[in-house]
Nanobody, 119 residues
Framework: QVQLVESGGGYVQAGGSLRLSCAAS????????MGWFRQAPGKEREFAAAISSRGISTRYAGSVKGRFTISRVNAKNTVYLQMNSLKPEDTAIYFC????????????WGQGTQVTVSS
């Protein structure tokens, strides 16, 4: 089973940028599509971005498209989320996950990394 550890969150002003990392261990993630999800206070966890196993295709939620970029380096067993032009509504805990063939998350969730955007 793959274990995932998210990092890179922090406190930033609106318009700023952050780069999140998701480091995997236990097994290689090169066979999996991977995704980032987020959960704001009092809200359900929602999809943010996903990338295919070889990094050829990506998907984004409408709310982050054009501002966030997902990428991966399979040799490092790591997935990234570059977040630009951050907005207060991007404030949430961000989680990464391995995705199945239907692009749905499976396995255990990590602790996530907190992103706070001030106005």
């Amino acid at each position: 089973q793959v274990q995932l550890v998210e990092s890179g969150g922090g406190y930033v002003q609106a318009g700023g940028s952050l780069r999140l990392s998701c480091a995997a261990s236990g097994r290689t993630i090169s066979d999996y599509n991977m995704g980032w999800f987020r959960q704001a206070p009092g809200k359900e966890r929602e999809f943010a971005a996903a990338i295919s196993s070889r990094g050829i295709s990506t998907r984004y939620a409408g709310s982050v498209k054009g501002r966030f970029t997902i990428s991966r380096v399979n040799a490092k067993n790591t997935v990234y989320l570059q977040m630009n032009s951050l907005k207060p509504e991007d404030t949430a805990i961000y989680f990464c996950a391995a995705l199945d063939h239907k692009w749905s998350p499976f396995g255990s969730w990590g602790q996530g990394t907190q992103v706070t955007v001030s106005s």
